[in-house]
């Protein structure tokens, strides 16, 4: 009989968005809870008895009381599944912290908390988990290392359950700690090593997955989130993967150069082209480029007013974005008088390009705004 | 535009046609006194330029005259670029204006309206009538009564028709209604963002920083509970450790153990303890048995002994009692052979004493008699000793020369030696040289010459005689003969005198006598010394009691001896001695015979004394040497010594035998020492007590910890403090933009401000210009600064230093006011507009200085500008050199009122 589970990880419950108001983080953080009932219901269409959660279940090691409870709402609901969740480095196993809290409250049969490093039976004896749960945001030594000495009865299908970074996977000096030796299935004789951290989507070997996060949660990570379905048929068969979409939201980033008025409707349109759910698209658009204050103000109009609206939010970074003042924006601001006087000794300074430039390209895109403003009033 | 004529009718106080005329290019002045109705024709020069005809506002209908009621009229001829135009207008009631152009048309009504408005630069006036406004620059030129003074407010009409060639510059300070507006909306953002005074925050830019503040402050708050958290669950950790640990019984078991071993350990030492002591008590026992039995014993045998030592010391006792008793009787033997003795040396003594009593009778009566013959004999010195001396002193007191008396007579006799002496020396020598057989009868002064006759010394007259010759008298010539002579006399008067008085004949019978009383002294002083020798001190009257006395003493004495013939003294006094060394003998030897009776008495006495004491000792002692003798056989025969060896033989062996089992019992005693286990004990039931209450602290304590992670829990604390970063980065970019925003709007306010002062600076130049070599005229050296709407500000006459506008006097202001005046009518001259520059009582500050020199420069200006001077001070005015006008009466059609 084929032994089937789903794999998943990171789902940081109550995860907070620094950078979309509050608004915008009450639909993504209810997108991440969403995102259990998705899977839930995908186990029960695959029909799948164990989900195998490798991993930051939630953000942080004391999440509020109603975060913490929705989870566990969400799971007992699905009372066919058995939910096999692991502490990660965002909520490691502490004694008496957040998993001996939930215990004590009472987990549903059907919620197991992996908090030690022990083998367990499941599926009636057909397979055995081995987890390696964190005890700490950061551990030098591989979790993992352990299930080597691990002996089980011959004819289960071992399946490893951990949360790290695989050695050589990311030269990131954060991601350096929970390390996980790639070479770990074949040195614990596992068939399938269930792992959380990354949260795209990636496979390390043939039996060794990320399966990313089931909702997307940064502009790092590109495209919408998803679950892995694995299926094993007996033991040291190569398991069958299959990644199953359950992501509700697209974050995209965008790296975009304007310079005028026909790149800001192109970026317009291609804004309004990213996909056909703007209405859960998150773009995260560096910009670069001169423009003159007219164009600015188109592109105001277009981009930071317009295409906006039409996503459900836009991330504008403008740092290499400069107003390029040209004559005729001078003109239109005042062909004479000290208004353009003004304006002139602003541009000056700009093109002078000492500390200041900034602080007068500033100026000159207010003066510019408040002119037009003034002009459109009195016209 | 020049002035010429100006013609009214019912026109306010003129209700008959009245005309000005007629003004020439330059300096034109209308004198007259008050009330003549100048400012009224100013009025109308107002009314008929710049009023509507039609105009039904108030200030045309106070043109009216109050009393008539007819319409008011005006015509005015004005010359524009050299042409010359007439302009009628009538107010009120059937208003009407006509303006007759210099190439013959005649415009109406509007029409007229409209021309002379292109013409003369100004705005249609409004339904109030003409302003400040509408009037433009000739509001300002035109300057009326009690207006001259103070700056010209120029409004934008007029600023405009100063220059257009300023147009731009206009703009350039303006910036239109948008430039002024601009720094306004700028200002108006600052203020919205900080206070205007002391930019601080307000508004929203305020409550954002607060609203940082709070944050900052809560998630300080949030990561100090954080931290308590995690401080408490490590401690839970590390209260559950050891909770677990105490838990686990194992060392609770191993010391519990280890307990009972040692109690089991204990309790036979303990039993062993026991018995030693047992057996120890037992020796103890025994050892005093045997003391006992050999006290016993040895008790016996010093009985044996003591009673030996009483009987062998009574013995000896009882042989010194009969030894002392024979004693005592040879004693008393003894003391009666002393006492025989005694008796006899005392009558020996009786007859000793007979006989020297009775030599010391004679012995004494012997003595006696001698000192009373010897007393008598010395009686019988005395007398004659006393009567030698008696005479003797009788006989010295007879002679009367002494020691004193002789002197006298001895110096006296000197000086008449001395006086008879000078006498002689200053006598006359009478020499006689007669053969001494021949010298018979020859006298000289009565005495015959001596033989051998020498010389005679003549001091007084000598007379010689010669017997048979006759008489020769010799009188000396002495010098001092009579001072000589009595001296002399005197001399010899004296030495009788003294001798007379000791009954002496001369000197030398004088010292025989004396020496006569010295041997009677000397015999005196002789028997004196006797007298003394015999009685010294005057004993002598003593001699005669003792005397008295021994001759009774004498006859006192026994009789009997009288009748035996009196022995030598000498011999009495050997047979006294003889006697008296007998008498002596006699005492030693019947005392020594008394000492020898008593010595022999005490001893007699001591030893019957003795005698008596051993005999008692001896009696009661030998009593109880019988009863002790007598108990101790009874003892002896009760329990034999023998018995009482054996006894004691018995308790050694039991004693030595109880030795032998304390010993063996102190060999077996088990190794672990008792205190060491008792230590052991305690310390293991602490350790156990210890564990059990520290599982119940540690229980409580656990229990307290996971209560405040319950509550730590509550709060989420870890997404609270996720929450409240991200409002706090939201707050503080809200803060940065608004802090940015204001960088912008400070750097914009900043060089808007520059740019303006800049340009103002620019725009004003042809202006000051202008005025300034009108203001050197006045005010040499001085300055004026004016704001861009040509409005003087202030006066600097000394360098950095400016005065404001309002602060100058009231002539100095007005005077510039004028000249300000000029000057811009100088420029509307510059753009082909040339105006008239009206000044009504103007200069009425001024003093007689500065109005000269404002006449000086009002004439100047008046070359090219057209001046209207009004006022009513004709005599001040005159030195104005000005063309001066009359107002007189006319007679024409056009001036009919309605």
């Not at chain 1, 909520?91 to 939930?102: C, E």
């Not at chain 2, 004196?528 to 006192?556: F, K, N």
């Not at chain 2, 060491?676 to 310390?683: C, G, H, T, V």
């Not at chain 2, 409005?791 to 009231?810: K, Q």
């Amino acid at each position: 009989m084929v032994f089937r589970f789903i794999h998943t990880a990171d789902w940081q419950i109550g995860k907070v968005f620094r950078f979309v108001d509050d608004v915008a983080m009450g639909g993504l953080q209810l997108a991440r809870l969403e995102a259990i009932t998705h899977v839930g219901n995908l186990a029960s269409e695959h029909d799948v008895r164990h989900v195998l959660v490798a991993g930051d279940v939630y953000d942080h090691g004391t999440p509020s009381t109603h975060s913490r409870n929705q989870v566990v709402e969400r799971m007992r609901a699905h009372t066919s599944v058995h939910w096999h969740l692991l502490p990660g480095n965002h909520d490691p196993y502490q004694p008496n912290g957040l998993w001996d809290q939930l215990r004590r409250r009472g987990l549903p049969d059907n919620i197991h908390a992996h908090t030690e490093s022990a083998a367990t039976i499941i599926e009636q004896d057909a397979a055995v988990l081995l987890p390696a749960p964190l005890q700490h945001r950061r551990t030098l030594a591989d979790p993992t290392a352990w299930m080597d000495n691990h002996l089980s009865e011959a004819g289960l299908i071992r399946i490893g359950l951990a949360h790290g970074a695989v050695y050589g996977f990311d030269t990131n000096e954060k991601q350096r700690s929970n390390p996980i030796d790639p070479a770990r299935p074949q040195l614990a004789r596992l068939d399938y090593l269930a792992l959380g951290d990354w949260h795209g989507e990636l496979q390390i070997n043939e039996r060794c997955w990320y399966s990313g996060t089931p909702e997307t949660d940064s502009f790092q990570t590109r495209g919408k989130g998803t679950v892995l379905l694995v299926e094993i048929a007996s033991p040291n068969e190569l398991p069958q993967v299959t990644p199953l979409s359950t992501g509700q939201y697209h974050w995209e980033s965008l790296d975009e150069r304007v310079e005028d008025l026909e790149d800001v409707n192109l970026l317009d349109n291609k804004l309004r082209h990213l996909n056909d759910d703007l209405n859960h698209t998150l773009v995260d658009l560096r910009l670069s480029g001169a423009l003159s204050l007219a164009d600015l103000l188109h592109f105001e109009e277009r981009i930071v007013e317009g295409a906006a609206a039409a996503l459900y939010h836009l991330r504008v970074d403008r740092r290499q974005l400069f107003p390029e003042p040209t004559d005729d924006d001078l003109d239109s601001i005042d062909p004479g008088g000290i208004v353009r006087a003004a304006a002139d000794r602003l541009r000056a300074i700009v093109e002078a390009g000492g500390s200041d430039t900034d602080l007068a390209r500033a100026a000159l895109h207010r003066l510019y705004i408040e002119h037009k403003k003034l002009e459109s009033r009195l016209r | 535009m020049k002035l010429r004529k100006l013609s009214v009718n019912q026109f306010k106080r003129f209700t008959a046609p009245t005309q000005l005329g007629e003004l020439v290019d330059g300096l034109n002045l209308v004198v007259g006194p008050n009330e003549l109705g100048k400012s009224t024709l100013l009025d109308a020069l107002r009314a008929v330029l710049f009023e509507r005809y039609s105009s039904r506002a108030q200030p045309i209908m106070a043109l009216q005259n109050d009393r008539s009621g007819a319409a008011p009229v005006v015509e005015l001829v004005f010359e524009v670029s050299g042409a010359e135009y007439t302009l009628t207008k009538r107010f009120v009631k059937s208003p009407h204006a006509r303006l007759q152009c210099p190439d013959g048309t005649l415009l109406e009504a509007d029409a007229a309206e409209n021309k002379l408005r292109n013409l003369l630069g100004f705005a249609e006036a409004g339904s109030r009538g003409a302003t400040s406004e509408t009037l433009g620059m000739w509001g300002v030129l035109w300057v009326q009564q009690g207006q001259s003074f103070g700056r010209p407010a120029l409004p934008d009409s007029a600023l405009a028709s100063l220059s257009s060639g300023l147009e731009s510059e206009v703009r350039t300070v303006l910036g239109g209604r948008r430039g002024r507006e601009l720094p306004q909306v700028l200002e108006q953002r600052r203020g919205e963002l900080v206070t205007t005074a002391r930019r601080q925050p307000r508004g929203e830019h305020k409550d954002t920083i607060d609203r940082i503040s709070e944050l900052e402050q809560r998630l300080s708050d949030q990561q100090q509970q954080q931290q308590q958290m995690s401080e408490t669950l490590e401690q839970l950790a590390v209260t559950e450790a050891r909770l677990r640990r105490l838990e686990d019984d194992s060392q609770d078991l191993i010391d519990q153990e280890g307990l009972t071993e040692a109690q089991g350990q204990l309790d036979e030492v303990m039993r062993h303890d026991l018995q030693l002591e047992a057996a120890r008590s037992e020796l103890q026992n025994r050892q005093g048995q045997l003391e006992q039995a050999q006290r016993a014993q040895s008790e016996r045998a010093s009985r044996w002994a003591e009673l030996k030592t009483d009987q062998e010391e009574l013995r000896q006792q009882r042989e010194r009692l009969e030894e002392l008793q024979l004693r005592e009787r040879e004693s008393l033997a003894g003391l009666d052979e002393l006492r025989q003795a005694a008796a006899n040396a005392e009558a020996a003594l009786e007859v000793a004493i007979q006989s020297e009593a009775s030599w010391r009778v004679i012995v004494d009566r012997i003595s006696r008699s001698a000192e009373l013959n010897d007393l008598l004999r010395r009686q019988k010195a005395i007398e004659a000793a006393q009567e030698r001396l008696a005479d003797a002193q009788h006989q010295a007191e007879q002679i009367q020369v002494t020691d004193e008396s002789l002197q006298r007579i001895r110096s006296a006799a000197e000086i008449a030696d001395q006086a008879n002496a000078r006498l002689r020396v200053a006598a006359t020598r009478i020499g006689f040289d007669i053969p001494s057989d021949r010298l018979a009868g020859i006298e000289a002064g009565g005495v015959p010459l001596a033989d051998p006759p020498t010389t005679v010394e003549a001091v007084e007259p000598v007379v010689i005689t010669i017997p048979e010759r006759g008489r020769i008298l010799i009188e000396p010539a002495v010098a001092d003969h009579d001072q000589l002579l009595r001296a002399e006399r005197e001399a010899k008067l004296e030495l009788q005198a003294a001798l007379s008085d000791v009954g002496a004949q001369s000197l030398a019978d004088a010292q025989i006598l004396r020496d006569g009383r010295r041997d009677l002294e000397v015999t005196a002083s002789a028997a004196r010394q006797e007298l003394e020798r015999l009685a010294p001190s005057g004993e002598a009257p003593t001699l005669q009691p003792r005397i008295d006395e021994l001759r009774q003493a004498l006859e006192a004495l026994p009789t009997e001896e009288d009748t035996v013939q009196m022995p030598q003294r000498d011999h009495a006094e050997a047979a006294l001695d003889s006697a008296q060394t007998e008498l002596q003998k006699a005492r030693d030897e019947e005392r020594i015979a008394r000492e020898a009776v008593d010595e022999r008495a005490r001893a007699t006495s001591g030893l019957s004394v003795e005698v008596r004491t051993l005999q008692n000792t001896v009696g009661s002692q030998t009593e109880l040497v019988e009863r002790r003798d007598e108990r101790l056989r009874s003892d002896a025969e009760a329990v034999p010594d023998q018995q009482l060896a054996v006894v004691s033989d018995t308790a050694a062996q039991a004693v030595a035998e109880q030795q032998q089992a304390v010993s063996s019992l102190e060999e077996d005693r088990p190794a672990s020492a008792r205190t060491q286990l008792e230590a052991r004990i305690s310390r293991l039931q602490t350790a156990i007590g210890q564990r059990a209450s520290s599982k119940v602290d540690l229980r409580i304590e656990s229990v307290r910890l996971r209560e405040r992670i319950e509550v730590h829990e509550s709060a989420g604390i870890d997404e609270a403090i996720e929450h409240t970063q991200h409002e706090l980065e939201q707050a503080t970019r809200r803060r940065d933009r608004f802090e940015r925003e204001l960088e912008v709007l400070d750097l914009l306010a900043d060089t808007l401000r520059a740019a303006e002062s800049e340009a103002r600076e620019r725009y004003l130049a042809p202006v000051v210009n202008r005025v300034h070599p009108y203001l050197q005229m006045l005010f040499p050296n001085a300055e004026i600064s004016m704001d861009e709407d040509l409005n003087i500000t202030g006066m600097s006459r000394l360098v950095g230093y400016e005065e404001s506008f309002d602060h100058l006097s009231m002539g100095t202001q007005e005077q510039i006011a004028v000249l300000v005046r000029l000057a811009f009518a100088e420029m509307l001259i510059d753009r082909g507009a040339p105006a008239t520059v009206i000044l009504d009582d103007a200069l009425v500050f001024s003093d007689d200085q500065r109005m000269g020199l404002m006449f000086d420069i009002l004439s100047h200006a008046a070359q090219r500008v057209q001046i209207l001077v009004f006022t009513c001070r004709e005599q001040l005015f005159e030195g104005l050199g000005a063309h001066q006008l009359q107002i007189a009466s006319v007679d024409a059609e056009s001036l009919r009122s309605a």
